[in-house]
Structure formats: structure tokens, C-alpha cells
């Protein structure tokens, strides 16, 4: 999953408020955002997740998703919303991916 244009500008904009302007509401962690981008994530899960046969449901592991998860969840710790969207974007990459090798395998183990 390619980062968007709009996507990297955002990154950039938040950076450079965060830098220029530390102590103002647009250089703080914005739950609202993160909850928004992460419901977008979710949501593209889901349409995938439904396509899956029962066999294929059971045959699934998303424990690839683990280590993207530590990264989102370090990226809000240290208020870095950058590396958050990354993180989340790798997150559902590998979601995906795994949904599809179950699919392709057709819920074989």
C-alpha cells in the first residue's frame, strides 16, 4: 500500500507545526485523526475479511500484524503521528497480504 500524496503532506505539515509552533493545538496528538485513520484501516479489513470463506476465516492468522501494532502503539506514545500512519498503513499491508495467502491456499494449513 503506496502512502498517498495527501498523506505525506499531512506528515509534512504536522512536523513542521510541531517544530515551528510546539506549543499550539496543531502540534498535539490528535485522537480524532488517529481514530479516524484507524476506522479507514479497519473498514478495508473488513470488506477483505467478509470475502473469505468459513474455511479460510478459521485457516487465518493476523499475528503478522503484531509488530506493526508495538509501532503504532510507540508511534502515539512518542506523539509521533508520522511514524503512527506508517505504522497503521503497514498494519493493514500485512493484514491484507495475509488474507490473500489464505485465499490463494483456500484455507488449507
Same mark, same amino acid.
Given at each position: 500500500?503506496?502512502?498517498?500524496?495527501?498523506?505525506?503532506?499531512?506528515?509534512?505539515?504536522?512536523?513542521?507545526?510541531?517544530?515551528?509552533?510546539?506549543?499550539?493545538?496543531?502540534?498535539?496528538?490528535? *485522537?480524532?485523526? $488517529?481514530?479516524?485513520?484507524?476506522?479507514?484501516?479497519? #473498514?478495508?479489513?473488513?470488506?477483505?475479511?467478509? %470475502? =473469505?470463506? !468459513?474455511?479460510?476465516?478459521?485457516?487465518?492468522?493476523?499475528?503478522?500484524?503484531?509488530?506493526?501494532?508495538?509501532?503504532?502503539?510507540? *508511534?502515539?506514545? $512518542?506523539?509521533?503521528?508520522?511514524?503512527?500512519?506508517? #505504522?497503521?498503513?503497514?498494519?493493514?499491508?500485512? %493484514? =491484507?497480504? !495475509?488474507?490473500?495467502?489464505?485465499?490463494?491456499?483456500?484455507?488449507?494449513?
Amino acid at each position: 500500500m503506496r502512502r498517498s500524496r495527501r498523506s505525506l503532506v499531512e506528515d509534512s505539515l504536522l512536523g513542521l507545526a510541531r517544530y515551528l509552533l510546539p506549543d499550539t493545538p496543531a502540534a498535539r496528538w490528535d *485522537a480524532e485523526w $488517529a481514530h479516524e485513520l484507524c476506522k479507514d484501516a479497519l #473498514a478495508h479489513l473488513a470488506k477483505a475479511y467478509t %470475502g =473469505l470463506s !468459513a474455511t479460510e476465516k478459521e485457516a487465518l492468522d493476523l499475528s503478522c500484524q503484531n509488530v506493526w501494532d508495538r509501532r503504532m502503539h510507540a *508511534a502515539g506514545l $512518542a506523539d509521533d503521528p508520522a511514524a503512527f500512519r506508517a #505504522a497503521l498503513e503497514g498494519w493493514e499491508r500485512v %493484514g =491484507l497480504e !495475509a488474507m490473500q495467502r489464505v485465499r490463494v491456499k483456500g484455507g488449507a494449513a
